[in-house]
């Protein structure tokens, strides 16, 4: 278990560095992150290079047994490399100029900015790479972050081109593919391409813009690549990663992966301005990194005070900074690096808070990481070889989530807001999920739960038909099957390719008005619920209606079905249920799938969340978000590693408070 801040020595004197040190070990620190932004301070003029300050602060953290992972500095561009070579700065859809001034301003496709990013990580990886006390490489940072991933400039018309050149092969395949029969807007060569930049109508053609994006999310995984091998190249045997954003949708996380020995993530619940929805919000950011690659992951930014640039988040009270350690724990980070170590009194971040206040002495934030410094090295030697051992997993599309921001079908509607109303069932229920792309192997879930699968691969549709053939169970909803790869319409009568698996068709459809809305009615119990955004007026062939709409012409009209096929079941849902609705459709579901919370009978705000071993032995980390005490039964004894304590029957858990139970006998 790495424990431990991000940590910039080159903001502040050298006489501070050993006072830092000696409070990093104190607090039971065992790595920081550091030089993520230091580029100028490492390469202060064109190809001079110093890296002993860096040297220095590295034999310091040795000195006080902290090991480093240090960044590549390619996030901040210095100003000298920037005035030289201006054409590295990216333009935005209008065509003007992303100037200099916070960081991120390069744009991915720039040849000559790729040569200088790559000279600056060579001679890094070169100098580093014989210490053994760096034990990671993080590269760049948070790319892609401040709506930096998709750039407007000629070097990114000219990536674009060639990057269709490699799919297509003809401009005729692309005008095939995109439909430009309509409007016009056929291109006779590849001299006419061109980039979906301000339009007199900026609807743009719906196929042009998912290459568009799809194009400008392998820009940022091809720079990324090409850091990787040079890591790997100079600085053999060191781990590499990078710190993904949790549900930032610019870039194609599974893609982005796949180089990386380890995924990293930052996290920050306080940015989540509805306190309610905090706990829910860190946990699914968690779910989603660890599932990227199925493994384990590192949070190279963990809060520790408000954040906030401009405007300050809310501050932690106290316990809420250790509150959010143990639930990222929980979820199966193996390394927590706080950010920041000490609050920063210059420049844009003077308001994002880190464990030291501005003035640098030990404070209530510092004595709660000692904390838990304390608690994370007893409990390190436990969780190794444990993880999260999800049986439900749900569905995450990038090709679809960004389909649906051109096309919302329904005013102001989101994929992920409505992803997110089926993680919320599981979550509120301490049911244990992974967040999986298309292409995921399934067999390991008994539930699986694929929300607005809109477009697939034959692959991915025969990985779905093949999961329930063998007894799991599936549960879609609308817009499933209605498109092809190209985003263009599919000709098939819906569910298009799921049509067999799911035993119905579709020929009626549309949104439900805010002021028209619908009900829905349960045919085993009559129970009356809501309908919401959108309908599907469901014509089951092979599958039986489960689900009734009970309003107008659509009375009596199936709104949720569900087909016996092979040794599972699928579930298809014509509608986006309220909250009630959606409990008495899943709660079927995960009785039929044997799928249960990894406590029972737990109260409102308090989420249990299990770490597995490979003798099948739990840690169960149980965490009160709530604001009140709150009883808890446990269905046996245990002893809760945090306290060494046995604890068995009705127990009250304060706010903020936690344990970590491993069940006696």
Known sequence: MLYGACYYPEQWPEERWPIDAAMMREAHFNVVRMAEFAWARMEPEDGAFDFAWLDRAIALMEENGIAVILGTPTAGPPKWLMDKHPDMYQRDMFGRKRGFGARRHYCFNNETFRRYAARIVER???????SDRIVGW???????MIDTARCYCDSCLVAFKDWLRR??????????????????????????????????HQHHNPGFALDFYRFSSDSVISFQRMQEELLR????????TTNLMGKYNHVDGYEQVKGLDIVSTGIYPNLKSTRVDRPAYAAAAHDLTRSLKKSN?????????????????????PGEMRRWTLQSVAHGADAIVYFRWRTLNVSIEEYWHGILQHHGAPGPRYEEAKQIGAELKRLAPLL????????????????????FEFQPHAKNYEYMRHLETYYRYFFDRSIAVDIVSPEADLADYALVVAPNLMMATEESVERLYGFVRRGGRLAMDFRAGAKELDNSISLKKLPGAFRELLGI??????????????RLRFVEDGRVTAANVWFDAVEPIEAEPIVVYADRYLAGVPAATRRAYGEGAAYYIGTEPDAAGLAILMDRICREAGVEPTLPDLPSGVEAAARVGDDGGEIVFVLNHADDAKKLPLPAA???????????????????????LRRLG
């Open 167 to 200: 799919k297509y092969g003809t401009i005729d395949a692309v005008n095939k593919a995109w439909g430009t029969v309509f409007s016009s807007q056929t291109y006779r060569n590849w001299d006419e391409v061109h980039l979906p930049t301000y339009a007199v």
């Open 384 to 403: 190794a070889r444990t993880t999260p051992k999800p049986r439900v997993a749900i569905v995450r599309c990038h090709d679809n989530e960004w389909a």
């Open 638 to 660: 245990y002893e809760d590693l945090l306290t060494d304590a046995t604890v068995q029957g009705v127990v009250e858990l304060a706010p903020q408070q936690a344990m970590a």
């Open 505 to 518: 068709e579709i020929e009626t459809y549309g949104v439900l008005e805010e002021d028209l809305p619908n």
């Open 233 to 240: 190249k100079h600085a053999p045997g060191h781990t590499v």
């Open 297 to 317: 992951f590192w949070i190279l930014e963990h809060q520790s005070g408000a954040p906030g640039a401009v405007t300050t988040g809310p501050t932690p009270v």
């Open 124 to 130: 890094m990886a070169s100098h580093y790479a014989g």
């Open 138 to 144: 993080q590269i760049d940072n948070e790319m892609g």
